[in-house]
């Protein structure tokens, strides 16, 4: 839902390559899996999404055995060295790890869903927490994108462990937070003609609409990203945020807000400009840039933006 925006990305790549390119145990390789990747590694971490379809291709054309792969890339095979995925996710790795690496992305609000933050804290004391990295694409299925940066996201436990668990997903036919933007696909709105008159929970239901001049392809992809993850019945659990809205309509409007902008625009930097003014009236962020800022910033919009609060 949050589309993971960073000008480093590139760059955080291949770092991510060269800080990992040690962790990958070639000893139980067959001579064709251990070619393939001696001359493919860097292809293979850094790929882009829309690169992943010739690496398939690839691994069914040359016949590379799955099992091989996993112990390459995954490494969770019982009685096989744990590198890969495995190394890369111990917390007890001294070297670049997981942590490492979602410092560096700095993403603190689930991209699936736009609900839990994801912040990312290293202490001394071993109480630290960071997002959990879902695999795109499903590394029991396809383990050779077990260690590829853009098959790696960023995400809250009940998006990556309790909803999609092994669900397949492809470039084609899911939003991939690293090149899909869902909020410029869906708007949430709900299923009543006048949103203004609702006054309680079961007045309604939130529902997501189309926007205009989208293509069949992101319709179907938006329209899998929400059933795969739920997302109609997990934000059905925050109608209080749609009717808090509706409250704040009913008192405020934009001369409202611009008559506050301009009582304390002379004497304090309280109020920088109207958006400052709803941000915090709101308590949400209100611009589509900043929906990555703070949980529910998506639904607080699109739902202000319908009661003519933005």
């Known amino acids: ?104 992305l ?66 084609k036919t899911h939003i991939h937070p690293y090149i899909d933007n869902f909020d410029e696909i869906k708007n949430f709105n709900i299923d009543k003609t006048l949103l203004s008159l609702v006054n309680k929970k079961n007045d309604f239901n939130i529902i997501f609409e189309d926007r205009e001049n989208i293509t069949v392809e992101q319709r179907e992809k938006a329209n899998n990203h929400i059933k795969s993850f739920a997302l109609e019945a997990l934000y059905n659990g925050h109608k209080d945020e749609v009717l808090e809205l509706v409250e704040v309509s009913r008192a405020y409007n934009e001369d409202s807000f611009d008559n506050l902008v301009n009582t304390f625009k002379g004497s304090t930097q309280i109020f920088k400009d109207t958006n400052d003014v709803k941000r915090l009236l709101l308590g949400h962020h209100v611009e589509s840039k900043d929906i990555n800022k703070r949980p529910l910033n998506k639904l607080v919009k699109d739902i202000s933006k319908e009661l003519g609060l933005i």
């Open 1 to 104: 839902m949050n589309q993971i925006k960073k000008q480093s990305l590139n760059k955080l790549c291949i770092n991510f390559y060269e800080q990992t390119k040690d962790y990958f145990i070639l000893d139980a390789c067959n001579q064709k899996e251990r070619k393939y990747i001696q001359n493919n590694l860097k292809r293979i971490i850094t790929a882009k999404p829309k690169d992943f379809s010739r690496i398939i291709e690839d691994v069914k054309s040359k016949g590379l055995r799955h099992d091989v792969l996993r112990k390459v890339f995954v490494g969770d095979v019982k009685g096989y060295p744990g590198g890969g995925y495995k190394k890369f996710s111990a917390k007890g790795t001294k070297s670049f790890n997981a942590y490492d690496l979602a410092e560096k």
């Open 106 to 171: 700095d993403v603190n609000v689930c991209p699936y869903c736009n609900i839990s933050y994801t912040y990312t804290v290293k202490s001394s004391n071993n109480k630290s927490t960071r997002p959990q990295f879902d695999h795109f694409i499903c590394k029991k299925k396809k383990p050779i994108f077990g260690m590829s940066f853009y098959n790696l996201i960023p995400s809250c436990s009940i998006c990556n462990a309790s909803i999609k668990g092994q669900d397949i997903f492809e470039i």
